[in-house]
């Protein structure tokens, strides 16, 4: 059963910092991992979608890293701002989940003045 | 924006009513999702569709049904609510690709079994 965990499940970092987010999964046969932004009472925001065969994605100050073989994937933001406050959700879809997304539980980021 | 509305966006209702949320999609997409979104639980899968018609069970599919009669039409119905169905409802489209499409999602439902 594949199992996505989110360490930590909060961060609070002053403005301007670069951080790091985790998501780790238990089964390597990924189709694909993508990280979704959420802000309180809305729905997810796809931020970056990484296939398999692919190692990172940027798009603006995100970065994310596949480390397919050992179940990691790691989310960078850089200078990081107040409208960076959210909470961060990694979700796979596994071979072995007959290619569902399986999500985590999110880490929620707060980004202060 | 992937064109998903989701219809209505608030509901409180009695235990016991039926209930029927709405997905709509504008761009054709064949994958359609329900989720729910649970304090301590997460995104949970209900139902999908691979097609009109095409539907199959999620992980928490209990005491909910779907249907798919259009593309662009993906309902979730609850035959009789209960308060553990009290949540927040997504509902998500699967961009291209038949196993490694993006997906995006819609605004939500917040419905209140009382």
């Known amino acids: 059963k594949q199992e996505v965990t989110q360490i930590p499940a909060a961060l609070s970092v002053p403005e301007g910092e670069n951080l790091v987010l985790n998501c780790s999964f238990t089964?390597?046969?990924?189709?694909?991992l993508q990280w979704f932004r959420q802000d309180p009472g809305k729905g997810l925001t796809s931020l970056l979608l990484?296939?398999?065969?692919?190692r990172e994605q940027t798009s603006g100050r995100l970065n994310a890293s596949l480390d397919k073989s050992s179940g990691r994937s790691t989310l960078y933001i850089a200078a990081s701002q107040p409208g960076d406050s959210a909470t961060y959700l990694c979700?796979?879809?596994?071979?072995?989940?007959?290619?569902?997304?399986?999500f985590g539980q999110g880490t929620e980021l707060s980004v202060k003045p | 924006d992937a064109g998903i509305t989701q219809s209505p966006r608030h509901k409180v209702t009695e235990t016991g009513t039926p209930v029927t949320l709405r997905c709509h999609q504008t761009?054709?997409?064949?994958?359609m999702y329900w989720y729910r979104q649970d304090p301590g639980h997460g995104l949970r899968l209900i139902h999908y569709?691979?097609?009109?018609?095409?539907?199959d069970k999620g992980e928490v599919s209990d005491g909910y049904s779907v249907s798919r009669s259009k593309t662009e039409d993906f309902l979730l119905t609850l035959e009789s609510a209960t308060s553990s169905q009290t949540s927040v409802y997504f509902c998500?489209?699967?961009?291209?690709?038949?196993?490694?499409?993006?997906?995006?999602f819609g605004e939500g439902s917040r419905l209140t079994v009382l």
């Open positions: 998500a489209i699967r961009a291209s690709g038949e196993e490694t499409g993006e997906l995006f």
């Open positions: 089964d390597s046969a990924i189709y694909n």
């Open positions: 990484i296939q398999s065969s692919q």
């Open positions: 979700a796979v879809r596994g071979y072995n989940q007959g290619g569902k997304l399986i």
């Open positions: 761009e054709n997409h064949r994958y």
């Open positions: 569709s691979y097609g009109v018609k095409d539907t």
